[in-house]
């Protein structure tokens, strides 16, 4: 079973002013592994064009995130335990992968906003 419904994550991240705002200068892709669910978000002049499949290899995508269901569940989680409110942490206190392209640090305010509307749409109608 998926952990986050991605569809429902495009349409918040479409919608929402602060990740289009962090995003505005973003071209290429970035790839979320998500346990087994590969998506690739990509992204022109800023604009998410479309999100596919495991499409696009690592080294031709700008940001490559990779995670276990563990990391996700405890990430996508309402009130995530320490260590696991964002990617940053996550990578460095429980082995997310999380490249380290020069977008990876640029965009770092995209990616945490990422994670905040990725764990909005995960905790849809549990509250």
């Known amino acids: 079973m998926a952990l986050l419904k991605i569809d429902d994550f ?23 592994g998500i346990a087994d669910d590969v998506h690739v978000l990509h992204f022109k002049e800023g604009k998410l064009t479309q999100i596919t499949g495991d499409s696009v290899p690592d ?21 995530p335990k320490p260590f696991y409110q964002c990617l940053q942490s996550t990578a460095v206190k429980h082995g997310l992968k999380l ?11 995209a990616l945490n906003r990422m994670m905040s ?11």
């Open 59 to 79: 080294d031709q995508c700008k940001i490559v995130v990779r995670g276990t269901r563990d990391h996700w569940t405890n990430m996508l989680a309402a009130k």
């Open 10 to 32: 495009r349409a918040a991240a479409e919608r929402d002013l602060e990740f289009v705002r962090e995003t505005r200068y973003l071209n290429g892709a970035v790839k979320v």
């Open 99 to 109: 490249s380290v392209t020069n977008e990876t640090f640029a965009y770092l305010p």
């Open 117 to 127: 509307l990725m764990r909005d749409v995960a905790n849809r109608g549990a509250r």
